[in-house]
């Protein structure tokens, strides 16, 4: 069975960081682009950012660019999104997912992503 499980999700005060993780069962996670999404209250989900399989191109949302950092561990089946300078605007679910291209990932297209893990919840608020 394929899945992608979220973890890391929190509170946290404007300015501060959270390392989110998703976990890969039932597939290996280096046959895959990644990419992370998120959706907050009473928005469509957008893209935050992802990563190509072959080259680990990576391309980020204007809004998150310079704060979040996302990374894969292939040995762990693991992928990651770091979140600096978190501030009120970046609360959301955030969304792992997978797409099935080696290069050029697509950040912003949802549509294009496979499988999904069910979110964890991120809260900046002081």
């Known amino acids: 069975q394929l899945q992608l499980v979220e973890s890391g999700g929190g509170l946290v005060q404007p300015g501060g960081s959270l390392r989110l993780s998703c976990a890969a069962s039932?597939?290996?996670?280096?046959?895959?682009?990644i990419g992370w999404f998120r959706q907050a209250p009473g928005k469509e989900r957008e893209g935050v950012s992802c990563?190509?399989?072959?080259?680990?191109?990576?391309h980020y949302a204007d809004s998150v660019k310079g704060r979040f950092t996302i990374s894969r561990d292939n040995a762990k089946n693991t992928m990651y999104l770091q979140m600096n300078g978190l501030q009120p605007e970046d609360t959301a679910v955030y969304y792992c997912?997978?797409?099935?291209?080696?290069?050029?990932?697509?950040?912003?297209?949802?549509?294009?992503?496979?499988?999904w893990g069910q979110g964890t919840q991120v809260t900046v608020s002081s």
């Open positions: 997912a997978v797409q099935d291209v080696a290069y050029f990932c697509s950040w912003y297209d949802m549509h294009q992503y496979a499988y």
């Open positions: 039932g597939f290996t996670l280096d046959s895959w682009s």
């Open positions: 990563i190509s399989r072959m080259d680990n191109y990576t």
